[in-house]
């Protein structure tokens, strides 16, 4: 019986429109199906989900609490690869040669432990919407972070100290640096390292659904290729997206309510986080640099979407404000219970 080099874990919930793509761009790998393990990790799909899974060969387990980050620990704890990835089910993997090449490249650099992908990009033709949320991911995050999501190398460099190898950037990260954003979007990680470090966490949930930073706060180094994408395809609307955005904020607002897990929990292990999230006040309630960073992002993408940024932006501050508010004058909400798609 051939080893498992890899375990892919993917939170699923009425993923059948997009799933079948994640898992095809998967079993199409070079490596050999052999040596992949696919985990789907289901939050309880009232479609057909569960049967495309199968149709892939891949291992279904259940998820009674729905939330995405609950789904990447169960499949944590059932990976039984040498390395760990998450992918979402609206994401695959446009190199079929991705996990070869990662696998050869950490196996030659033994103090890498985390390996990720280059970026989100669309397919031909992809709408707008799409575009703009492969690059920003939402308007607090890109505020927070400050990097191109559809190609990380282009804007890390000039953050972060780093060396290349071929088409591999090498990235180390010093203590006080505040940490990329890549627990998503094909992140790779050696497990038994992981899994060392996972005895030891206090918050298990947190560590597995925050695992880039869980790790490289040890390691302090990372690598990714230059030419190694993510396609991401949601099939998102502005409505769903609107929706997202709101979510995302009642999760960070109230973590102790809320299962999802966030900035919330990142911005509790650096200085520079914290004093970051308070800027996004101002940056939003003067309005003036909302706009120029639309206008600014709008053409230097060449991408009139990015004007919309205004709009997503004061749009994710007035719901901090509401819920703030809310939190303050201890006014009841309900609790996130899914993934924020409705």
């Known amino acids: 019986m051939s080893e498992i080099k890899i375990s892919v874990i993917i939170p699923t919930y009425n993923s059948q429109q997009t799933l079948e ?16 393990e696919i985990l789907v990790v289901d939050g309880g799909s009232g479609d057909q989900t569960i049967s495309i899974a199968q149709k892939y060969g891949a291992i279904v387990l259940k998820n009674e609490k729905k939330l995405p980050e609950i789904a990447k620990q169960i499949g944590f704890l059932h990976a039984k690869g040498k390395y760990g990835m998450f992918l979402d089910s609206d994401e695959s993997m446009k190199d079929r040669h991705s996990f070869e090449r990662r696998i050869e490249f950490l196996e030659k650099h033994q103090d890498i432990k985390n390996f990720v992908s280059t970026g989100m990009i669309c397919e031909e033709g992809e709408r707008a919407l799409i575009r703009y949320t492969n690059h920003v991911a939402d308007p607090f995050s890109f505020f927070v972070y400050r990097y191109n999501g559809c190609n990380r190398c282009e804007d890390l460099p000039k953050h972060y100290q780093y060396k290349k190898e071929g088409h591999a950037f090498l990235f180390y990260f010093k203590e006080n640096d505040v940490l990329p954003l890549f627990d998503a979007a094909g992140n790779m990680f050696e497990m038994e390292y992981a899994g060392e470090l996972y005895e030891k966490a206090e918050n298990k949930e947190n560590f597995v659904a925050t695992i880039f930073d869980s790790m490289v706060y040890e390691t302090r180094c990372a690598a990714i290729f230059d030419d190694d994408f993510v396609v991401h395809k949601p099939g998102m609307t502005t409505r769903v997206y609107f929706n997202k955005l709101k979510w995302r904020v ?93």
């Open 250 to 342: 009642k999760n960070n607002v109230f973590p102790e309510k809320n299962e999802a897990i966030g900035f919330a929990t990142r911005r509790g292990k650096s200085d520079k986080l914290q004093r970051r999230q308070y800027l996004f006040v101002p940056y939003c309630l003067f309005i003036i640099p909302v706009l120029f960073d639309s206008i600014y992002q709008a053409v230097r993408n060449r991408d009139l979407i990015f004007l919309a940024h205004i709009i997503f932006a004061e749009y994710t501050f007035f719901w901090i404000a509401i819920y703030m508010a809310a939190k303050i004058l201890k006014i009841p909400v309900t609790e996130n219970k899914g993934y924020g798609k409705k």
């Open 21 to 36: 793509c994640t898992l095809k761009s998967i079993v199409e790998q070079s490596i050999g199906r052999e040596k992949v």
